[in-house]
């Protein structure tokens, strides 16, 4: 009984092959659609979950009660003192970047140093945190010291191929300063899916030794309860400790002085460092994006809706070719049930077919998803049964959703009527009905998703930041490495394509500008967070940012510049300075306030700002030059750059190609959701054909009489797509507050962002009328073709 099931089944859907066709390529591209994005979201879920004490491990972060900021460092006596305090907890362990905190890390291979992320210092106990296994020391050496270098064995086999690294020594060079360590042994890569990427792993003490090198108060710095300096990571000896801790935290911030900074300490899940740091300071591990994801899923879930409905709209338009062998196996003595079992075994065996089809596809996809996503979607093999166990049962339950409708609505049919063909009487409303204004829906939804982004994006690129983004050339280079600053800036100054050259310690556009907390007594809080900048020079007149009021640094009088500072608009006013041009912060006095410009991404509010004249701490030359004379002046810059330091790579940037570069993210969600809204109008253009197809099947006498009567092809044409109308219309009603909440979610994110316009859903709407319409109309026409006598001698 079950094989004459199947047979009959494979046997119709070859017999019926452009319906076959049109409902496989649907199912392939639905299928392969909706994998795809849900290997991003197991993926993004995944992080730091394959570490075998992931769910006992968390780490501390610092939540500013006063400024109402988290941040992701912590003081650096912080991980003893939680050991002492807490008997739950097990292990804690210290991890710092030094490339973010302290300064560029170059290691030499072969005869030049080259550029090398990657680059930590970290107590031992984290290596026992996170399981880490390493070669070439002796014992239980690794969980009590790490000596002097340990590095990956990626790194080790790009640096020393198949030789063995341990023992040998290697050059490290840390802000222009030569540093020669011995390797000691070699560690495991981390999962891919980890927060924490070491390439290279040095002990606390050799942190210590850096510190020292940038700050004359490094032991302040460590003995400091309120000076964030570092990662904190804690292990809990049981899974349920942290509930205690969490209601003993407060007496233990008041022993440690945490409340008289203004400092409390939080757990954050080990687990939860990716998709939940979001707006964390000074975070500089890997995040994610909750607000993507929402929509992904919603995305997965829409598109695998639009090709479940396209497949039952599209076997409903061809019930209109099998009525009667319905009619005849009913006579014959098949029951509901066999043919509902009949039509299922017909609808999954269809998906069956679709899921091998639809993951060869996504293997050939591999290069477009990484342009799609920013990044390679790869299936992981520590996250495969997720992926297998996700694909077959999304496979089996759209086989069986899409089916159950048709099987339900085929087997109820009268055998009489159906071999009498009076089961296409016309009915105002219908299942096929629903599901189509539900198709209409989620495509609205989905062209209206993606003209907010692209508006967004638009206006992200376009605002005016307060400063002119043309032909602003900037050259980045290390102070501590190259000390002929001033001797290039004269040398580019000379060049007749250049208008301004000024100096930063910040590259603009950048979400990385230092802040410092200034106290400043009788103004409204007291003391406030600001970025800081050091300037040389002309840097408001090359960046083209507007001074408001006093005057900018004056070049013959640097001695005194040095206690003078500017500000901008917002800082003054958050400190409520009514005359700030007579105001000082410290020693310092303001002798200027620019206009409020943003440097840094439209999700942050533009912060309060110092100016600080110091052109030795400069690390980038900006150079504003005349249009059309780029290429040129690039040339001519590399010169002089090679004539004074002839070692060292020449490294430059254009500011509008880093502003684009700051919204890649972006960029990459509006080309996801532009893709899906395309598949969606494909799907969907299919489901109209089906249903088309099935109407005018329905209605072909109807048409032939009223042609008779003397109706026009016009009138019919447009009698036929009114009631279409009314349906966009019931979807539009729908999809524009569907719309509405999750793209304000996604604007959300965004501190400075754009309304979501009428015009939006206008466009939208007549969009999707205009892509109906074209498809009503092909049908029709092929039907208006037909002479009626024809249709009305048919049986």
Not at 164 to 190: A, H, S
Not at 475 to 483: G, K, P, R, V, Y
């Amino acid at each position: 009984m079950i094989f004459n099931t199947l047979l009959t089944s494979i046997r119709f859907l070859f017999k019926s092959k452009i319906f076959t066709a049109i409902n496989l390529n649907g199912l392939v591209l639905g299928l392969t659609a909706s994998f795809i994005l849900f290997i991003y979201i197991v993926n993004e879920f995944s992080y730091n979950k394959d570490f075998p004490n992931a769910d006992r491990m968390y780490r501390v972060v610092s939540l500013d009660q006063a400024q109402k900021s988290t941040d992701a460092m912590t003081p650096f006596i912080l991980s003893k003192n939680l050991k002492e305090y807490f008997s739950q907890i097990e292990l804690t362990a210290r991890l710092i970047n030094v490339e973010n905190l302290i300064g560029s890390v170059k290691i030499k291979k072969k005869t030049f140093f080259q550029l090398m992320p990657g680059f930590f210092c970290a107590d031992a106990s984290l290596m026992q945190m996170l399981g880490i296994k390493t070669k070439g020391l002796k014992g239980s050496d690794t969980l009590k010291n790490i000596p002097d270098l340990l590095i990956s064995s990626s790194v080790a086999s790009g640096i020393f191929g198949r030789t063995n690294p341990v023992g040998k020594t290697c050059e490290i060079q840390i802000n222009g300063k030569l540093y020669r360590m011995q390797i000691q042994g070699v560690f495991e890569d981390l999962p891919w899916n980890s927060t924490i990427q070491p390439a290279f792993l040095a002990g606390i003490r050799f942190y210590k030794e850096l510190l020292k090198e940038i700050t004359p108060d490094s032991e302040s710095i460590l003995g400091s309860n309120s000076k964030l300096s570092n990662e904190t990571y804690v292990l809990f000896r049981k899974k349920g400790d942290i509930l205690k801790i969490r209601s003993q935290i407060a007496s233990f911030c008041k022993q440690n002085n945490g409340h008289k900074s203004g400092l409390i300490f939080v757990f954050q899940p080990f687990t939860d460092i990716h998709l939940h740091s979001a707006d964390f300071l000074n975070d500089f591990n890997p995040k994610g994006n909750n607000a993507n994801i929402m929509i992904f899923i919603m995305l997965a879930s829409f598109i695998l809706f639009l090709a479940g409905i396209n497949y039952a709209i599209l076997s409903t338009a061809r019930a209109a070719l099998r009525y009667k062998e319905i009619g005849v196996r009913k006579v014959f003595g098949a029951t509901k049930n066999q043919l509902r079992g009949q039509i299922l075994v017909e609808s999954i065996l269809l998906t069956l077919i679709a899921f091998p089809l639809a993951l060869l596809l996504l293997g050939l996809m591999d290069p477009i998803m990484e342009n799609l996503f920013g990044h390679a979607i790869a299936m992981y093999p520590n996250n495969l049964v997720t992926y297998l166990s996700i694909f077959t049962g999304i496979t089996l339950l759209i086989g069986f959703l899409s089916g159950i409708y048709i099987a339900f609505y085929l087997a109820s049919l009268d055998p009489l009527f159906a071999l009498k063909m009076r089961l296409f009487a016309y009915k105002r409303f219908t299942l096929s009905k629903i599901f189509l204004v539900f198709q209409l829906f989620i495509t609205l939804s989905l062209l209206i998703g993606f003209l907010t982004v692209y508006e967004q994006i638009s206006y992200c690129l376009n605002k005016d930041l307060g400063l002119k983004k043309e032909n602003l050339l900037i050259i980045h280079f290390n102070s501590a490495e190259f000390d002929h600053y001033a001797s290039l800036k004269k040398m580019i100054l000379r060049n007749q394509a250049v208008l301004k050259v000024s100096g930063s310690s910040v590259a603009p556009p950048t979400n990385a500008a230092t802040s410092i907390k200034a106290i400043i007594p009788g103004t409204k809080h007291g003391e406030i967070t600001m970025e800081r900048y050091f300037i040389d020079y002309g840097f408001f007149e090359t960046m083209g940012i507007k001074l408001n009021s006093g005057y900018d640094f004056n070049p013959r009088d640097s001695l005194l510049n040095q206690k003078k500072i500017l500000l901008n608009t917002e800082a003054i006013q958050q400190l409520d300075f009514k005359d700030p041009l007579s105001k000082r912060i410290g020693p310092f006095y303001i002798i200027g306030v620019s206009d409020n410009f943003n440097i840094s991404t439209m999700h942050q509010q533009i912060q309060p700002t110092m100016f600080c004249f110091l052109p030795s701490a400069c690390q980038n030359i900006l150079v504003r030059y005349k249009t059309g004379s780029q290429q040129q002046l690039i040339t001519d810059i590399e010169k002089y750059w090679h004539r004074l330091a002839p070692d060292l790579p020449f490294n430059y940037s254009f500011f509008n190609t880093e502003l684009e570069t700051l919204y890649n993210s972006e960029k990459n969600f509006g080309r996801v959701v532009a893709s899906f809204t395309f598949l969606a109008f494909i799907i969907t253009g299919m489901g109209m054909f089906g249903l088309a197809f099935l109407i005018t099947e329905r209605r072909r006498k109807e048409i032939a009489v009223r042609k008779i009567l003397g109706a026009t092809n016009i009138h019919i044409i447009t009698r036929l797509q009114r009631e279409f109308y009314y349906y966009i219309g019931i979807a539009a009603l729908i999809s524009i507050p569907v719309s509405l909440y999750f793209m304000n979610m996604w604007l959300n994110t965004f501190y400075y962002r754009i309304p979501i316009k009428g015009s939006i859903f206008a466009i939208s709407v007549c969009s999707v009328c205009l892509f109906i319409s074209g498809i009503l109309l092909y049908r029709t026409i092929k039907v208006l073709k037909e002479k009626p006598i024809d249709v009305l001698k048919y049986e």
